[in-house]
C-alpha cells in the first residue's frame, strides 16, 4: 500500500470512529433501592457511568462511608473517577461528596452554578476542581448536562448519545421527570429515548402514559420515584423495566 492510500484509509477511518456512538456501563453505586444483597443501601442516589473514556461519578448519596463501601465491593477505584457530576444540592446526592474528594482531590466536580459559596469552597479546600454549570454542555464524549433547570431546586440531569440511543440519568428530577425527557429530546433533536434511569420524584402515575407518547423504549425509575409509580411502570414496561438499585449494573452495547 503506499503512502496516499495508507493516509486516506487513514482519513476515513478517523471519520466513521469519530461517527460511532460508544458503549455505556451503567454501575448503581447507592440507591434506596437494592439490587446486590452484599451492598449497603440508604436514601440517595449515586450512578457511575463508564464510557470507552473514563468513569463518571452521577451524585454521590448521603453517606461518604456507604458510597465508599459499595465502590469497594463494586471494584471501582475512587481514583479511576476522574469527574464527578452533582445533579442538586439535597444532601442524599451531595452529601457523599466531601468523603469522596478526601479519597480522590484529583476530581474535577460539575456542579450547578447556584450552589452556594460554602461547597464551592469545600470543593477547593479538598484540592479538587469545579465547574459551574448554568447551561446545557458536553461533559465527555457523548455525555452532556441538561444545565440548571429549575424545581425548586435547580437541577442538573445528565444525557448520554449512545449505542442504542438517547440515555437521560436524574438524581430527584425535581424539575418533573417529563419535562427532563422533553429539554433532552429537544437538546439532542431526537425523536425517541432508548433508556431513562434514576429518581422520577413521585410523578403522577399518567407519567407512565406520557413516556409512551415521548417514545423512551425502557425505564428503570428508583431513589424518589416512588412505589405506585415504580409498579405502574413495571406493569406497562414489562421486559423494558428494568429493576434499578444499589449494585445494578446495565450494559448498553
Ligand atoms: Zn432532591
Ligand atoms: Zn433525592
Redesign the pocket.
Known amino acids: 500500500m503506499n503512502l496516499k492510500i495508507l493516509i486516506l484509509t487513514g482519513i476515513l477511518f478517523s471519520v466513521q470512529a469519530k461517527e460511532e456512538k460508544p458503549e455505556i456501563t451503567l454501575i448503581s453505586v447507592y440507591d434506596n433501592y437494592q439490587v446486590a444483597p452484599e451492598l449497603k443501601t440508604a436514601w440517595g442516589f449515586a450512578t457511575i457511568i463508564k464510557t470507552p473514556r473514563e468513569l463518571i461519578l452521577f451524585d454521590t448519596g448521603g453517606n461518604p462511608e456507604i458510597l465508599l463501601s459499595n465502590m469497594e465491593k463494586l471494584g471501582v477505584e475512587p481514583s479511576s473517577i476522574k469527574k464527578v457530576v452533582i445533579s442538586?444540592i439535597?444532601g442524599?446526592?451531595a452529601g457523599g461528596l466531601e468523603g469522596f474528594l478526601e479519597k480522590n482531590p484529583d476530581a474535577t466536580v460539575f456542579i450547578p452554578a447556584s450552589f452556594p459559596r460554602s461547597i464551592k469552597n469545600m470543593i477547593i479546600q479538598k484540592g479538587a476542581k469545579f465547574v459551574e454549570i448554568s447551561t446545557p454542555r458536553k461533559i465527555s464524549d457523548s455525555v452532556y448536562t441538561t444545565g440548571e433547570l429549575y424545581g425548586p431546586?435547580e437541577e442538573q440531569s445528565l444525557i448520554i448519545d449512545s449505542k442504542k440511543g438517547l440515555i437521560v440519568i436524574t438524581?430527584?428530577a425535581?424539575p418533573g421527570i417529563v419535562n427532563i425527557v422533553k429539554k433532552a429530546k429537544k437538546l439532542m433533536k431526537k425523536d425517541k429515548v432508548y433508556l431513562v434511569v434514576g429518581g422520577f420524584?413521585h410523578p403522577p402515575i399518567s407519567c407512565v402514559k406520557e413516556f409512551r407518547k415521548l417514545q423512551v423504549k425502557k425505564v428503570a425509575p428508583s431513589h424518589?420515584t416512588g412505589d405506585l409509580v415504580r409498579e405502574a411502570f413495571r406493569k406497562e414496561y414489562k421486559e423494558d423495566f428494568i429493576e434499578y438499585g444499589v449494585g445494578k449494573v446495565i450494559e448498553i452495547k
Open positions: 442538586h439535597h442524599d446526592h431546586p438524581g430527584c425535581h420524584h424518589c
